[in-house]
């Protein structure tokens, strides 16, 4: 039995890739306390990498009444507000906060490797050069709209999610949806402003950007609860 072409394997993907990196870090947290920080920020790291290169792809979604575009990294992003949730919940606010700079600091130095290699001058028989230029052609202003969003938004989530967890303590769901949600919505808001103003209409891009990264950011909260589950 052959798989129509149109299966939609993105989401078997998601479903998989969320699976082993809630699972994994909740084994090492559980049994490994002293190293679950790591594990933890090395996985948020890797998803804020991958968003970073993602976004440079613009895909259609179709919701079956309603189509909109948006940047792929939307499937990847809603991904950083749950690891950040994850330290957060086992480790504290600090931790979390020590987390997102990091990360940051992470994200500055990828975008210095990659502009540091390209002052280097191409083999001749390299034949994708200029896809290579299209494709990792850093705007400043992107790039910056990107830190500024991204730092202002973690540390909101991490500040929201803290004092939730203070006056909802054993209602793990409340401070989950609500952190992210708060999280990706003035994320898209700032991004999308600070980047596009000007140069394109941004409310709808805006709007896109809200709908989908919070229909992920809702769909990924049962993987929260089974994480805090898992290391209780």
């Not at 609500?178 to 898209?188: E, K, N, P, Y």
């Amino acid at each position: 039995m052959s798989v129509p072409i149109d299966f939609p394997w993105v989401w078997v993907y998601w479903i998989i890739s969320l699976t082993f990196v809630t699972w994994m870090s909740a084994w090492v947290v559980k049994r490994f306390r002293d190293y679950g920080f790591a594990v933890l920020t090395g996985f948020y790291v890797v998803y804020l990498a991958a968003s970073q290169v993602l976004a440079s792809r613009i895909v259609a979604f179709d919701l079956g009444f309603y189509k909109f575009f948006a940047p792929s990294a939307v499937f990847i992003y809603p991904f950083i507000a749950q690891v950040i949730d994850m330290i957060n919940e086992t480790y504290g606010r600090r931790h979390a906060q020590g987390a997102i700079l990091i990360a940051l600091l992470t994200q500055i130095l990828l975008v210095v490797f990659i502009v540091m290699t390209n002052t280097l001058k191409p083999a001749p028989f390299f034949q994708y050069e200029a896809a290579w230029r299209d494709i990792f052609s850093l705007s400043v202003r992107i790039t910056l709209a990107s830190w500024i969003s991204f730092y202002i938004c973690q540390n909101l989530d991490a500040y929201v999610f803290s004092y939730l967890k203070k006056r909802f303590e054993n209602i793990p769901l409340i401070r989950s949806l609500a952190s992210d949600v708060i999280d990706l919505t003035v994320d898209s808001a700032i991004f999308v402003f600070l980047a596009f103003y000007g140069r394109m209409p941004v409310l709808p891009i805006i709007l896109g950007q809200i709908v989908s990264k919070n229909i992920i950011g809702i769909l990924d909260t049962p993987w929260f609860l089974w994480y805090r589950r898992l290391i209780s």
